[in-house]
């Protein structure tokens, strides 16, 4: 979802800073980004804290006029919550505080030139309803608390024109399920979580892209604060 709104964001003129964890898939992005804008990598594990400081530094030092932030990093692995271990919970946890002290470090960018500038956070359908098949305790947890720093942040950072909304995908297919599946039950898994969603079918990231880039976009210029349900229609009702 990242990526994908970010080939958005580079295709529409802007350019991107792609933070990810050091390897391969960080160098392909930033290399096919490159091809059609101007991108750069900045490698960071977002749960090692020293990392995240070192990722904070560079953002400061080299982006401080970023005017877009997207905070996509995440996962999730469905997982009962008796048979939830500490660093099952970490693992979301840590996440959620890095988006929390990067994001302070882009605002106060924003802040500084005074441009103002527009947020999106990307939490989850899991933070508003829970599904019986795919037990998610820790990361429902933690993605309501990023629905909630929402929140709080368009109050706090509207008077600097910085607009902060969060979109709330339902089973969306990414790179994510390619870990949550083996090769050859991936298709039928999430064919078979198709049904749950009224309009039938699973998202794509192209789905999240869009409504994350309309949120990025003046198009929005008057919303903030919102949690967007981007979910084939699971916050209305289940099939
Ligand atoms: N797909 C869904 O059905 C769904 C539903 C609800 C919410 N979401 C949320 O949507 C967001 C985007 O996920 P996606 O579905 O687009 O999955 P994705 O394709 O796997 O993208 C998530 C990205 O986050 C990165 N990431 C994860 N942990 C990280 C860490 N510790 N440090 C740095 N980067 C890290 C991953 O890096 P690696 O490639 O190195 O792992 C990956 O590039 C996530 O916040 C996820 O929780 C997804």
């Given amino acids: 979802m990242g990526l994908t709104t970010a080939e958005n964001v580079v295709e529409k003129g802007g350019s991107a ?7 391969r898939r960080l160098d392909d992005a930033v290399a096919s980004l490159s091809r059609s804008g101007s991108a750069w990598p900045i490698a960071a594990d977002l749960t090692n804290w020293e990392q995240v400081v070192e990722a904070r530094k560079q953002l400061t030092q080299n982006h401080s006029d970023a005017t877009l932030l997207v905070n996509a ?10 048979d939830h271990e500490v660093a099952d919970y970490d693992a979301y946890h840590d996440l959620n505080r890095a988006t929390f002290f990067l994001t302070q ?7 500084a030139t005074g441009q103002g500038g527009a947020i999106v ?7 508003h309803q829970a599904i019986a ?6 990361f429902s947890m933690a993605k309501a608390g990023l629905h909630a720093l929402t929140h709080n942040l368009a109050m706090e950072l509207a008077g600097e ?3 902060v909304n969060a979109v709330a995908p339902a089973i969306t297919r990414t790179h994510h399920f390619d870990k949550v599946f083996a090769p050859d039950q991936l298709d039928a898994a999430l064919e078979g979580l198709s049904g749950l969603h009224p309009l039938g079918r699973i998202g794509t990231s192209q789905d999240l892209a869009s409504a994350i880039t309309f949120l990025l976009s003046t198009e929005s210029s008057w ?5 967007l349900n981007v979910d084939g229609g699971v916050m209305a009702g289940r099939n």
Avoid: C
């Fill in 161 to 163: 024109n910085i607009r």
């Fill in 73 to 82: 990093a995440g996962f999730v692995l469905p997982k009962p919550f008796l």
């Fill in 105 to 111: 470090t882009v605002v106060r960018g924003m802040v």
């Fill in 121 to 127: 956070n990307i939490g989850a359908m899991w933070a």
């Fill in 133 to 138: 098949a795919t037990p998610s305790s820790a």
């Fill in 17 to 23: 800073v792609i933070i990810g964890r050091p390897g």
């Fill in 223 to 227: 919303t903030t604060g919102a949690i």
